[in-house]
T-cell receptor, first 117, second 112 residues
Framework: DVKVTQSSRYLVKRTGEKVFLECVQDMDHENMFWYRQDPGLGLRLIYFSYDVKMKEKGDIPEGYSVSREKKERFSLILESASTNQTSMYLC????????????????FGQGTRLTVV | KNQVEQSPQSLIILEGKNCTLQCNYTVSPFSNLRWYKQDTGRGPVSLTIMTFSENTKSNGRYTATLDADTKQSSLHITASQLSDSASYICVVSGGGTYKYIFGTGTRLKVLA
């Protein structure tokens, strides 16, 4: 079974703190994604990585950065957490052939519920 | 603009009943459409995926249909169970792009 694991299920941080959300996948997937999910808005793409050290901005990258030093690990960084970054964060991964051929699944982690106070 | 719209926003049904969830999209070019089930506080889990040439696909009690001409998809749940209570998310991807366009989901509640 494909496994995408996020380091924390729940996280509470203070405004201004630097926050690291970690995601690890065990299926040698090339692509990894970070989304945030808010009620009524669905999932919105923050950043995408298609290879080690490669990244592309998604739809809402402001206030976030990412790091992909190893193929299996994709980190989301909130440089200075703010209350409007309180959300559910979801990591996903897929094979690159998924993108080229448009088939296959993106597998999701269990999510991290981040609250910034 | 690429969009995915789902209806209804929420639905309550009695255990054992059938229901149908709708997904309309304007994503172009179209590559494939996925339905995900998301339990509260969990990540989405794939139910089905359909490409342009497929118009029906089943996964147990879940049957998805796709009409690529009208750009509509439906997810039919047969003989609902309490464990079907979840959000169901329709996701469309366009060919050659990494972007998945997500609907906002239908929240289904199955009552005993």
């Amino acid at each position: 079974d494909v496994k995408v694991t996020q380091s924390s299920r729940y996280l509470v941080k203070r405004t201004g703190e630097k926050v690291f959300l970690e995601c690890v996948q065990d299926m040698d997937h090339e692509n990894m994604f970070w989304y945030r999910q808010d009620p009524g808005l669905g999932l919105r793409l923050i950043y995408f990585s298609y290879d080690v050290k490669m990244k592309e901005k998604g739809d809402i990258p402001e206030g976030y950065s990412v790091s992909r030093e190893k193929k299996e690990r994709f980190s989301l960084i909130l440089e200075s957490a703010s209350t409007n970054q309180t959300s559910m964060y979801l990591c996903a991964s897929s094979f690159s052939t998924t993108i080229r051929t448009g088939t296959g699944y993106a597998f999701f982690g269990q999510g991290t519920r981040l609250t910034v106070v | 603009k690429n969009q995915v719209e789902q209806s209804p926003q929420s639905l309550i049904i009695l255990e054992g009943k059938n229901c149908t969830l709708q997904c309309n999209y304007t994503v172009s070019p179209f590559s494939n459409l996925r339905w995900y089930k998301q339990d509260t506080g969990r990540g989405p889990v794939s139910l089905t995926i359909m490409t342009f040439s497929e118009n029906t696909k089943s996964n147990g009690r879940y049957t998805a249909t796709l009409d690529a001409d009208t750009k509509q998809s439906s997810l039919h749940i047969t003989a609902s169970q309490l464990s079907d209570s979840a959000s169901y998310i329709c996701v469309v991807s366009g060919g050659g792009t990494y972007k998945y366009i997500f609907g906002t989901g239908t929240r289904l509640k199955v009552l005993a």
